[in-house]
């Protein structure tokens, strides 16, 4: 076990006292890279280059004139489905393997512009979905806490580039828990923003009214620091918010005493039982929530599988038009697992995807007003610790509800939080929901539980 | 409860998206079409015809000028 590994905030501290050399952290990150990569597969394609050179403009800029931001010299890395320009951007597919951008997505290019340091591009499911394969370009992400054990996805490089301290922060992705899910398996911090908080421009879509980008890192309060730099709006993206963007790591540090948090007991408890460690994990968050202060009610909320239904049938719709014009002609090109659930597009009728987004009206409507006196909610992310990556079921989608899911239907603001580790020394998370674009009240109280904590003293082996 | 699907529909409804698909991708399918069903059921609620569906975007600058 190792924490040397800086946080973005510490980092930040150092190299704005000029005690830390963005060339050397870089080069610290690309050594763990070297050392570890050939067996977590976390990047797609290292940029060392560049990064060394990107690193040794911001050490010059710093020691010039000081830093631009807390993220100037700060190591990253971007999700394969984010473009990027002059640099391959595959989603790990067969289909885009020469593919090489001829500009920036808006995050990539706003984390330039905040002065970071690019090390590459990382490992993700196909086209952010389906996966893992083991049919892709690149072998599936391994998870550095035990590398015969899932990543989960879609953001699975991002998850273990960050738990191994190969990057402090990276781009995920989420469409029903693509950065949850690595975060929550790789016990690293990650953020689901509030939809349309965060340009989706130049992120190759895998369920339009779902997606979400957002930022995964160690802690929350690096989290909050990387969205202070994605955040706002971008005429590019059609669904993009205006709103005013707070300053959320102002919102850090304070105390919680009298936060109103409810607990969607049936989510974890009945609708979909979760494993022993993970209800003592989820039941030992909300009694030190609850010693800091805040006040826990119970949440009712319609079953999770409704939410599922709704979630899935828009995205099995949304999907498939992205790629019908590849799947008609080049399906065969397309991974197993990808191709399969672009195949179930065919059995969702017109009349069934509109009833399912007029469900999703009642349903964000069911949350508003549950939420209406509180700032969170509190519910799982994942039933247990990681399995075997050996071992996923093909169709889980219609066998597991996803307790990510209901938050991608109604486009609130959701974060996964290592809450504990289980009987095999794998991470546990709890998720925390906030209100639209309350994305500071969020980061606040997991702030708050992240330090009350211990959780985030240990790091996996592999770092 | 959702109607299984029979053959002639499922290959119609293959044939319509242009998907072409070996034997054994069309019987992996098949035996998750009742998924797709029960999910398509569980969203179907008595909410009359004036419920309105969930909006993702609203007027940009560009639909304004």
């Given at each position: 076990?190792?924490?040397?590994?800086?946080?973005?905030?510490?980092?930040?501290?150092?190299?704005?006292?000029?005690?830390?050399?963005p060339?050397?952290?870089?080069?610290?990150?690309?050594?763990?890279?070297?050392?570890?990569?050939?067996?977590?597969?976390?990047?797609?394609?290292?940029?060392?280059?560049?990064?060394?050179?990107?690193?040794?403009?911001?050490?010059?800029?710093?020691?010039?004139?000081?830093?631009?931001?807390?993220?100037?010299?700060?190591?990253?890395?971007?999700?394969?489905?984010?473009?990027?320009?002059?640099?391959?951007?595959?989603?790990?597919?067969?289909?885009?393997?020469?593919?090489?951008?001829?500009?920036?997505?808006?995050?990539?290019?706003?984390?330039?512009?905040?002065?970071?340091v690019?090390m590459?591009?990382?490992?993700?499911?196909?086209f952010?979905?389906?996966?893992?394969?083991?049919?892709?370009?690149?072998?599936?992400?391994?998870?550095?806490?035990?590398?015969?054990?899932?990543?989960?996805?879609?953001?699975?490089?991002?998850?273990?580039?960050?738990?191994a301290?190969?990057?402090?922060?990276?781009?995920?992705?989420?469409?029903g828990?693509?950065?949850?899910?690595?975060?929550?398996?790789?016990?690293?911090?990650g953020?689901?923003?509030?939809?349309?908080?965060?340009?989706?421009?130049?992120?190759?879509?895998?369920?339009?009214?779902?997606?979400?980008?957002?930022?995964?890192?160690?802690t929350?309060?690096?989290?909050?620091?990387?969205?202070?730099?994605?955040?706002?709006?971008?005429?590019?993206?059609?669904?993009?918010?205006?709103?005013p963007?707070?300053d959320?790591?102002?919102?850090?540090?304070?105390r919680?005493?009298?936060?109103?948090?409810?607990?969607?007991?049936?989510?974890?408890?009945t609708?979909?039982?979760?494993?022993?460690?993970?209800?003592?994990?989820?039941?030992a968050?909300?009694?030190?929530?609850?010693?800091?202060?805040?006040?826990?009610?119970?949440?009712?909320?319609?079953?999770?599988?409704?939410?599922?239904?709704?979630?899935?049938?828009?995205?099995?719709?949304?999907?498939?038009?992205a790629?019908?014009?590849w799947?008609?002609?080049?399906l065969?090109?397309?991974?197993?697992?990808?191709?399969t659930?672009l195949?179930?597009?065919?059995?969702?009728?017109?009349?069934?995807?509109?009833?399912?987004?007029?469900?999703?009206r009642?349903?964000?409507?069911?949350?508003?007003?549950?939420?209406?006196?509180?700032?969170?909610?509190?519910?799982a992310?994942?039933?247990?610790?990681?399995?075997?990556?050996?071992?996923?079921?093909?169709?889980?989608?219609?066998?597991?509800?996803?307790?990510?899911?209901?938050?991608?239907?109604?486009?609130?603001?959701?974060?996964?939080?290592?809450?504990?580790?289980?009987?095999?020394?794998?991470?546990?998370?709890?998720?925390?929901?906030?209100?639209?674009?309350?994305?500071?009240?969020?980061?606040?109280?997991?702030?708050?539980?992240?330090?009350?904590?211990?959780?985030?003293?240990r790091?996996?082996?592999?770092? | 409860?959702?109607?299984?699907?029979?053959?002639?529909?499922?290959?119609?409804?293959?044939a319509?998206?242009?998907?072409?698909?070996?034997?054994?991708?069309?019987?992996?399918?098949?035996?998750?079409?009742?998924?797709?069903?029960?999910?398509?059921?569980r969203?179907?609620?008595?909410?009359?015809?004036?419920?309105?569906?969930?909006?993702?975007?609203?007027?940009?600058?560009?639909?304004?000028?």
């Amino acid at each position: 076990m190792t924490t040397a590994i800086p946080t973005i905030a510490e980092a930040a501290r150092q190299i704005a006292a000029k005690k830390l050399s963005p060339v050397e952290l870089t080069k610290a990150c690309l050594d763990r890279v070297h050392a570890h990569d050939e067996r977590l597969h976390a990047f797609v394609h290292l940029t060392e280059e560049r990064a060394l050179a990107e690193a040794r403009a911001a050490e010059a800029a710093i020691m010039a004139s000081g830093p631009k931001g807390p993220l100037h010299g700060i190591p990253i890395g971007l999700k394969d489905i984010v473009d990027t320009k002059g640099i391959p951007t595959t989603c790990q597919s067969k289909l885009l393997q020469d593919n090489i951008p001829d500009a920036d997505a808006t995050c990539a290019e706003n984390l330039n512009a905040a002065g970071s340091v690019l090390m590459g591009k990382l490992t993700t499911h196909e086209f952010a979905d389906g996966g893992p394969s083991f049919d892709l370009p690149r072998p599936p992400a391994r998870n550095p806490w035990n590398t015969d054990h899932f990543t989960a996805g879609s953001s699975s490089g991002t998850g273990a580039a960050v738990a191994a301290g190969m990057i402090l922060c990276g781009i995920g992705t989420d469409t029903g828990g693509s950065i949850r899910g690595p975060a929550a398996y790789c016990g690293i911090a990650g953020l689901k923003p509030t939809y349309g908080l965060v340009s989706r421009a130049g992120v190759a879509p895998a369920a339009y009214s779902l997606d979400h980008i957002g930022p995964m890192a160690w802690t929350a309060a690096d989290c909050a620091l990387m969205l202070q730099a994605l955040a706002g709006h971008d005429p590019r993206d059609p669904a993009s918010a205006k709103r005013p963007i707070p300053d959320y790591a102002a919102s850090l540090g304070g105390r919680i005493m009298g936060a109103k948090i409810g607990v969607i007991h049936h989510f974890h408890e009945t609708d979909h039982k979760v494993s022993d460690d993970t209800q003592r994990a989820i039941t030992a968050a909300i009694d030190t929530l609850r010693s800091l202060g805040a006040e826990i009610c119970e949440v009712q909320l319609s079953p999770l599988q409704d939410w599922n239904a709704c979630g899935s049938l828009i995205s099995i719709v949304e999907r498939a038009a992205a790629y019908e014009e590849w799947s008609r002609t080049r399906l065969g090109d397309f991974g197993e697992r990808m191709r399969t659930r672009l195949m179930l597009g065919a059995f969702v009728s017109g009349v069934d995807y509109l009833q399912a987004v007029r469900r999703r009206r009642e349903l964000r409507a069911e949350l508003k007003a549950a939420m209406a006196d509180l700032d969170v909610v509190v519910t799982a992310v994942f039933p247990g610790e990681a399995p075997p990556i050996d071992a996923l079921p093909k169709w889980d989608v219609f066998q597991q509800p996803s307790f990510m899911m209901p938050f991608n239907v109604a486009g609130y603001p959701a974060m996964s939080l290592c809450s504990g580790f289980g009987a095999k020394g794998l991470p546990l998370a709890i998720q925390l929901v906030g209100k639209p674009f309350q994305e500071a009240t969020v980061l606040r109280i997991a702030d708050a539980f992240e330090k009350a904590t211990q959780f985030r003293d240990r790091r996996p082996l592999a770092a | 409860m959702p109607i299984p699907i029979d053959e002639s529909a499922f290959g119609y409804l293959l044939a319509r998206a242009g998907l072409t698909l070996t034997d054994a991708e069309k019987a992996e399918l098949k035996s998750v079409c009742d998924g797709i069903a029960t999910m398509a059921e569980r969203v179907r609620k008595p909410r009359g015809r004036m419920a309105e569906p969930a909006l993702t975007y609203g007027f940009a600058d560009e639909d304004l000028q």
